[in-house]
């Protein structure tokens, strides 16, 4: 009785679109009509044989790779570099909570500045140091986005996964951890016997949970390039989004748009088991 | 163990690097905030500016019709509204499921999961069908269409955190209160919420901050000033071939300042509801 608004409202927000997405991509509905004649499979066939869905697939792909890697990595060097005894490592840890508190959309906009061809303090600090000779425009070139834009994510989300870390390392026995040192174990042996299977858990949780948020990023992508240049920077979620709404097919755009929903589909039993692994015990 | 001197000077000295990257883009665009387009455009860039500019942000919270603060601050206005409102209607939802979950056991536990599944799911596939829903109830471009449409962001979440909180509080009270015939409303009114006030503090910082952040649905649903949010207001100036970066970064930090105090309260809830899932990487 008192779970059936909620049960309501997500039925209505969240179970019927779903539900009309499955059905709208089964047809050639357009925007602007939004009912078109049932065609089946027709959908994603093309989408299966269109090079722009091929291309966009393979740029997800990558961009979560790459980020997700740099982010589990860099996180967890700085969880471990911040849980050494340092002075002033109340503010060390503290300032962490920034960038994971500013607005993608600022965070964007801040990298879009720091990378701008004409004044940006990227080109500014290189070529001040010597490393680059003139101003590059690095979100400009089809070489250079989507890494830049990996890059800004970086930034934003590696705090996040230093802080779960640090705090999975609270949990990290001392004791064993000197054994193991008066034992001769090397600092990489210690890491990965002692330390590593203590943070395993909630760093496999923050992993997948970064690679639910990878996989449908659109508003970091959209603020900085659009996509551009030459559809360098073209995840899945901007090619439905022009799929639908810029070239009105909304049947095909659907389809395009499960087919982001099925990669995260994957991803999201294997967190949704995480957590109750997590709560069975 | 007593680590080296210079091993220990090391370590700082990788802090401080970490401490002033994760500054970086902040500090980046606060300076091009109070930087003038001749001082930004002069090479070599000074990296000190000789005088504060403070005209973005004096344009900015200008209350003159038409003018660039009266755009800022209605975006502000229609964020506010947006996000305390769904935050409102999801809270009245939420909680009694949240409780329900909580103190009933077994049954329903596939439900909630189900329930935490859905706001993981890329909005792009719920979104064609949604945009076809406001508009056939003519709420397209309108707050409360959004406040609505974002409810099935906030109410997944909400629920999952609150339920996590209310599993934490002890059951002896509320067991005595019905004992002593009192409704389950009642006892939840009066009895579960005075002692879950600081969770449900935390759950509306919380889904504060997500709304603040929110843009798919915004770009998407509206498409003017009555009801653009700041994030639409921020991602239109920033990717349009504007000039004038100084009131955009002003635009930004003003943008950034409420999530980034939100974030600093919510530091140590943070890392724990991230450890017990279901908040947001």
């Known amino acids: 009785m008192m779970i059936a608004p909620l049960a309501f409202g997500v039925l209505i927000i969240i179970g019927w679109p779903f539900l009309d997405t499955l ?54 060097l700085i969880a471990l570099l911040l849980d050494q005894p340092l002075y ?19 965070n964007a906009m801040s990298w879009r500045l720091i990378y701008n061809p004409d004044f940006g303090g990227l080109n500014a600090l290189l070529t001040q140091i010597g490393l680059i000779d003139s101003y590059q425009s690095w979100i400009g070139s089809p070489s250079t986005a ?60 923050a992993a997948v949970l970064r690679t639910i948020e990878g996989v449908k990023v659109f508003d970091l992508i959209w603020v900085m390039t659009r996509g551009g240049p030459v559809n360098s920077t073209k995840t899945m979620s901007i090619q439905v989004y022009q799929e639908a709404f810029a070239n009105f097919r909304a049947g095909s755009g659907a389809a395009q748009g499960l087919l982001i929903v099925l990669v995260s589909m994957i991803m999201i039993n294997v967190y949704i088991a995480l957590l109750r692994r997590q709560a069975s015990q | ?103 009933i056991r077994g049954r329903h536990a596939s439900l909630l999961y189900v329930v935490v599944a859905t706001y993981m799911l890329p909005p792009v596939a719920l979104i064609v069908p949604l945009f076809a829903l406001l508009n056939a109830f003519d709420l397209l471009n309108t707050k409360l269409g959004l406040v609505l449409v974002d409810c099935s962001i906030v109410m997944p979440f909400m629920t999952w955190l609150l339920k996590s909180n209310f599993d934490n509080l002890p059951h002896e009270i509320e067991e005595a209160a019905f004992v002593d015939g009192a409704g ?25 901050l997500l709304l603040w952040d929110e843009f798919f649905y915004a770009f998407i649903l509206t498409n003017d000033n009555r009801s653009q949010t700041l994030t639409v207001a921020i991602a239109n100036l920033a990717s349009g071939r504007v000039s004038d970066y100084g009131l955009l970064s002003a635009a930004g930090l003003l943008t950034a300042l409420p999530p980034l105090i939100i974030g600093v309260l919510l530091q140590r809830a943070l890392v724990s509801g991230l450890a017990q899932g279901g908040v947001k990487g």
Request: charged fraction near 10%.
């Open chain 2, 1 to 103: 163990m007593k680590q080296p001197l210079y091993l220990r000077i090391l370590l700082h000295l990788a802090a401080i690097l970490v401490a002033i990257v994760t500054l970086a883009p902040i500090v980046w665009l606060l300076l091009v905030s109070i930087s003038t387009t001749e001082h930004l455009t002069t090479l070599p860039f000074e990296w000190i500016p000789d005088h504060l500019d403070l005209s973005n942000y004096r344009q900015l919270l200008s209350l003159a019709d038409n003018s660039r603060g009266d755009l800022f601050l209605g975006a502000l206005q229609n964020t506010m509204i947006v996000a305390f409102g769904a935050t409102a209607v999801s809270l009245c939802v939420s909680v009694p499921a949240a409780w329900a979950f909580s103190r």
């Open chain 2, 184 to 208: 389950m409303l009642a006892v939840l009114r009066k009895v579960t919420l005075p002692m879950a006030k600081p969770a449900l503090a935390t759950a509306i910082l919380f889904a504060i």
């Open chain 1, 146 to 205: 989507l890494y830049a834009i990996a890059v800004a994510d970086v930034w934003k989300t590696v705090p996040l996964v230093a802080m779960i870390t640090l705090a999975a390392l609270q949990g990290v026995s001392r004791e064993l951890l000197e054994a193991a040192r008066i034992d001769g174990a090397s600092a990489w042996a210690r890491f990965r016997v002692v330390t590593l299977p203590a943070i395993l858990g909630p760093l496999t949780v």
């Open chain 1, 88 to 106: 002033g490592r109340n503010v060390f840890r503290a300032l962490l909570i920034l960038p994971w508190a500013l607005p993608t959309v600022v």
């Open chain 1, 23 to 76: 059905w709208l991509s089964l047809t050639s509905a357009q925007l602007t009509q939004y009912t078109g004649p049932f065609v089946g499979l027709d959908n994603f066939v093309r989408a299966f044989h269109s090079p722009q869905v091929r291309e966009a697939l393979q740029t997800t792909i990558i961009f979560v790779a790459i980020t997700v890697t740099a982010e589990v990595v860099l996180g967890v």
